[in-house]
């Protein structure tokens, strides 16, 4: 019996500082085809809201983003009662979400995600490890909940994915 393909459900940081720095789609083209193709074999998807996250700017990843092959995966009743888990789980991960800077607003949402699909997170986050700190990160929650979460570095690794250099 094979196992089932590994998802990968991705934080909305992975797309932008890609974007932004070191994949550029200007020196790194082949980096966002292989994004491409991943979404539509199913490996990789986004949550509705980092969807929502990105797209809020029109900018080149947001008109890539929707042209792109990856699934947004919409809320439904049982992300919601993920969700619901997620904050039965530990009163502390209601501090997860910034209210008031109105910062992370879908990272609940990731994890819900991730949660029902059996999926690993791919973030920028780093947990946060200091002791008494009311701030948690997807990692720490990730670890509280039983998902796999790894960078997106790890990422690039896990999918074999490898870089190439030629001139223009």
């Given at each position: 019996?094979t196992?089932?393909?590994?998802k990968?459900?991705?934080d909305?940081?992975v ?14 083209p082949?980096y ?7 979404g ?34 919409e ?20 501090y997860l ?11 609940p949402?990731v994890?819900?995600?991730a ?6 997170v791919?973030?920028?986050e ?13 990692p720490n929650?990730?670890?509280?909940m ?6 997106d ?13 030629r001139?223009?």
């Open positions: 019996m196992e089932p393909q590994q990968y459900c991705l909305a940081n797309l932008i500082q890609a974007w932004q720095k070191y994949y550029s789609p200007r020196f790194c082949d966002w085809s292989l994004l491409n193709d991943f539509e074999k199913g490996k990789i998807f986004l949550p509705h809201n980092v969807f929502e996250e990105i797209t809020k700017t029109e900018d080149d990843l947001t008109n890539w983003l929707k042209d792109s092959k990856i699934p947004i995966n809320i439904d009743g049982e992300v919601a009662s993920c969700l619901r888990d997620v904050y039965a789980a530990n009163p502390l991960h209601k979400v910034d209210n008031t800077k109105q910062r992370s607003l879908a990272d949402w994890i819900a995600h949660l029902k699909e059996k999926a690993c791919v973030t920028k780093e947990k946060v490890t200091a002791p008494n700190t009311t701030r948690i990160k997807i929650v990730c670890e509280n039983n998902i796999r979460w790894i960078n570095f790890e990422f690039v690794e896990e999918l074999n994915i490898i870089f190439s250099c001139l223009k």
